[in-house]
Antibody, heavy 125, light 107 residues
Framework: EVQLVESGGGLVQPGGSLRLSCVAS????????MTWVRQAPGKGLEWVAN????????FYMDSVKGRFTISRDNAKQSLYLQMNSLRADDTAVYYC??????????????????WGQGALVTVSS | AIQMTQSPSSLSASVGDRVTITCRAS??????LGWYQQKPGRAPKVLIY???SLQSGVPSRFSGSGSGTDFTLTISSLQPEDFATYYC?????????FGQGTRVEIK
């Protein structure tokens, strides 16, 4: 059974740092791109960042570039999100998700089938 | 970044109704779009990928269509378990972007 379990959330002051972890089980972690998605309280979903299997490619949403760093440890089946210079508008539940790649009618498409339960990050003084 | 605009933001419907949600991209994204359902306190669930391909295990009352900038999610006969919030997501380029969501409520 595929499982993704996030940890590391909590309360942090503005300007502070936090590191989220996502431990994967039930599949070969090193075979998949992985993604972080967040959701502020009562708000919609925001794609945050993703990372290729060998860490050779990483992509970020504009508002976290230079502040957040996505990384992974394939030996530990783990995904990370290092969050620095945190702001109040970073307050959200952070989900990790496994990227599925589908080949359909001659093209490749992505979808997020497996998600973690989410980790709440609260940035407040 | 590509902006994804959903409409309506919310709707009220009855069990058995046909429901249509639209998503418009700020530039052409071919058919690289997915639809997700989210219930309160739960992680999202993928319904559709490649604009019209039904994810395995998703009921056939859900369907998607569109290409370029305009997309539609249709629920042919709304069921009690379908009351939720729905999001589109473009996977055409980076950064990936979600629509703002459409909340489907019970009338």
């Amino acid at each position: 059974e595929v499982q993704l379990v996030e940890s590391g959330g909590g309360l942090v002051q503005p300007g502070g740092s936090l590191r989220l972890s996502c431990v994967a089980s039930g599949f070969t972690f090193s075979h998949y791109w992985m993604t972080w998605v967040r959701q502020a309280p009562g708000k919609g979903l925001e794609w945050v960042a993703n990372i290729k299997q060998d860490e050779s490619q990483k992509f970020y949403m504009d508002s976290v570039k230079g502040r957040f760093t996505i990384s992974r440890d394939n030996a530990k089946q783990s995904l990370y999100l290092q969050m620095n210079s945190l702001r109040a508008d970073d307050t959200a539940v952070y989900y990790c998700a496994r990227d599925e790649t589908y080949y359909h009618s001659g093209a490749y498409y992505d979808a997020f089938v497996y998600w973690g339960q989410g980790a709440l990050v609260t940035v407040s003084s | 970044a590509i902006q994804m605009t959903q409409s309506p933001s919310s709707l009220s419907a009855s069990v058995g109704d046909r429901v249509t949600i639209t998503c418009r991209a700020s530039e052409g994204i071919r058919n690289e779009l997915g639809w997700y359902q989210q219930k309160p306190g739960r992680a999202p669930k993928v319904l559709i990928y490649a604009a019209s391909s039904l994810q395995s295990g998703v009921p056939s009352r859900f369907s998607g269509s569109g290409s370029g900038t305009d997309f539609t999610l249709t629920i042919s006969s709304l069921q009690p378990e379908d009351f939720a919030t729905y999001y589109c997501l473009q996977d055409y380029n980076y950064p990936r972007t979600f629509g703002q969501g459409t909340r489907v409520e019970i009338k």
